[in-house]
């Protein structure tokens, strides 16, 4: 059964960072891309960043404009998203998922809160 | 950048009516489109992919067509669960964008 966990969101101040961790198991995590899909409160589905299987491509949201580094360490089947210079308009579930063309499985979201 | 633009924002219907959803892109995206449906509280969960193939487990009253720009998901005969919002996402320019979503709600 495939599974993703997210961890790491909270609440954090304008000008913050925090690093977002998605746990993944019950498939070959290194043959498939991954991927980040945000949700402001009350709002739609924003994808983020992406990056491929082996993690030597990877992909962002133009209006992200370099604040945010998608990672993957296969060896322990994680998916990571560094989030810098933390908006309060970055407040929102924050989702992986994994993405071989379309997100065929989703995590159940963390929740990052941006505010002083 | 592709633009999805999904049509009605609100439908509100009967159970046992049929949903039409309708999602136009800004620019050919082939047939490379997916829905997805999610209910509040809950991660969105892939319906149909390129197109008009069912995703694994969906049910039979779930169907979607169109290629180029106009895409369509019709729920043939909405069941209380079926009520719940859902995005349209192309993947022509990988990783793609997302419509903004149609909720369907109880008439």
């Known amino acids: 059964e495939v599974q993703l966990l997210e961890s790491g969101g909270g609440l954090v101040q304008p000008g913050g960072s925090l690093r977002l961790s998605c746990a993944a198991s019950?498939?070959?995590?290194?043959?498939?891309?991954m991927g980040w899909v945000r949700q402001a409160p009350g709002k739609g589905l924003e994808w983020v960043s992406a990056?491929?299987?082996?993690?030597?491509?990877?992909y962002y949201a133009d209006s992200l404009k370099g604040r945010f580094t998608i990672s993957r360490d296969n060896s322990k089947t994680t998916l990571y998203l560094q989030m810098n210079s933390l908006r309060a308009e970055d407040t929102a579930v924050y989702y992986c998922?994994?993405?071989?063309?379309?997100?065929?499985?989703w995590g159940q979201g963390t929740l990052v809160t941006v505010s002083s | 950048e592709i633009v999805l633009t999904q049509s009605p924002a609100t439908l509100s219907l009967s159970p046992g009516e049929r949903a039409t959803l309708s999602c136009r892109a800004s620019?050919?995206?082939?047939?490379?489109l997916a829905w997805y449906q999610q209910k509040p509280g809950q991660a969105p969960r892939l319906l149909i992919y390129?197109?008009?193939n069912r995703a694994t487990g969906i049910p039979a009253r779930f169907s979607g067509s169109g290629s180029g720009t106009d895409f369509t998901l019709t729920i043939s005969s909405l069941e209380p669960e079926d009520f719940a919002v859902y995005y349209c996402?192309?993947?022509?320019?990988?990783?793609?964008?997302f419509g903004q979503g149609t909720k369907v709600e109880i008439k």
């Open positions: 998922a994994r993405q071989p063309y379309y997100f065929d499985y």
């Open positions: 990056i491929s299987g082996r993690g030597s491509n990877s």
């Open positions: 019950g498939f070959t995590f290194n043959t498939y891309g």
């Open positions: 620019q050919s995206v082939s047939s490379f």
């Open positions: 390129d197109a008009s």
């Open positions: 996402q192309q993947r022509s320019n990988w990783p793609g964008t």
